[in-house]
């Protein structure tokens, strides 16, 4: 049987490329997910792997979409290779049924993990460069430093609610727990 692999990483991303191009190709079955290639959990690739046969071959739209780490790549291609099972990569090509595919499989690889290696170093020094000039990512504090003052004497005076001073300040009272907790004045 010809298999396809197709993975997005999040669910407002469409696979519907991936897919076409696997039909195209012949796949009579497509496993399709919607997760990270980062998380460890991945049931689609896990019925992929169990419903696989010797004579089978594996086929997915790019290399990412299997495995972002050379590391789980390889994993991936030894493990069908010991179980009689070839792997066929389409937009870079690679067919690993004769040797040449094999090693033009190892040579994309290698540039894959180095594409996704620069990705991080150049994201990491833009957040450095940012934080250098004074910006602080995440998301913008809930209560300012003098709404925490206040709503910490409201909480200490015992004359309203948790439940009110987080709706005065229009923060849930989760919210205004961690502040109390953790903002000290």
Not at 16 to 43: M, N, T, W
Not at 77 to 87: N, S, W
Not at 173 to 183: E, G, I, P, Q
Request: glycine residues 6%.
């Amino acid at each position: 049987m010809i298999l396809g692999y197709a993975r997005v990483s999040t669910n407002d991303q469409n696979p519907a490329l991936q897919i076409d191009a696997l039909k195209r190709y012949g796949c009579e079955r497509v496993f399709e997910e919607k997760v990270s290639a980062a998380s460890k959990v991945r049931p689609q690739l896990e019925r992929l792997l169990d419903s696989l046969r010797e004579g089978d071959k594996v086929v997915v739209w790019r290399l990412d979409r299997l495995g972002r780490s050379i590391k789980d790549l390889i994993g991936l291609v030894e493990l069908f290779k010991a179980r009689g099972i070839q792997f066929v990569s389409l937009t870079e090509s690679i067919d690993t049924s004769s040797p040449a595919g094999e090693l033009i499989f190892h040579i994309f690889a290698s540039v894959a993990q180095f594409e996704r290696s620069l990705i991080i170093e150049r994201t990491k020094s833009g957040l450095n460069a940012a934080r250098a000039r004074g910006r602080v990512g995440g998301r913008k504090p809930k209560l300012s430093p003098e709404d925490v003052k206040k709503a910490r004497a409201l909480a200490l005076s015992n004359e309203i609610s948790m439940g009110e001073i987080a709706e005065h300040f229009k923060v849930s009272r989760t919210t205004l727990y961690k502040y109390l907790d953790t903002k000290k004045d």
